[in-house]
């Protein structure tokens, strides 16, 4: 049996709440879930794009976020998130998610993929790697709403 392909997911389908953001939620325990509810709607309306993989039993299995940008560096897919339930890890979603965004990437005339990912992950480093991406610059940032 084929696995269906990633399908995108927009604030009001159903599917945003009952799959999308439980994963987005295991990534980013932060949020609660008004929050990214909140978070969906603003960032879709600024273009990201939700998309989510599904295993031959329709069962949620990973969602990626991201967003095409013009950048100085050239035209980029951008990844915000990319999470793999963990009971899939290791079983080829993330892969098969990761591939579908690079098809969509060029299929966008994008330069690259682009990510940021945190300097203690290393086993999204080591994934990442292993799809031939590099380290390129580092992210830095400063918090502004404390003051």
Do not use: I, K, W
């Not at 927009?10 to 325990?29: C, K, S």
């Not at 998309?51 to 013009?70: K, N, S």
């Amino acid at each position: 049996m084929s696995l269906p392909p990633p399908t995108d997911v927009t604030p009001g389908d159903r599917r945003m709440a009952a799959h999308v953001r439980p994963l987005v939620l295991a990534l980013r325990p932060a949020l609660t879930e008004a929050e990214f509810d909140r978070f969906a709607v603003e960032a879709h309306a600024q273009g990201l794009v939700f998309t989510a993989a599904y295993d031959e039993h329709g069962h949620c299995v990973a969602v990626a976020t991201h967003r095409l940008l013009a950048t100085s560096r050239g035209r980029v897919l951008f990844v915000d998130d990319l999470v793999t339930d963990p009971a899939h890890r290791s079983a080829g979603v993330g892969a098969r998610l990761f591939a579908h965004l690079a098809a969509r990437a060029r299929d966008a005339h994008c330069t690259r993929v682009e990510l940021d990912s945190g300097v203690t992950n290393h086993l999204a480093h080591r994934f990442y790697h292993a799809r031939r991406m590099r380290v390129t610059a580092l992210h830095l940032a400063l918090d502004v709403a404390d003051g």
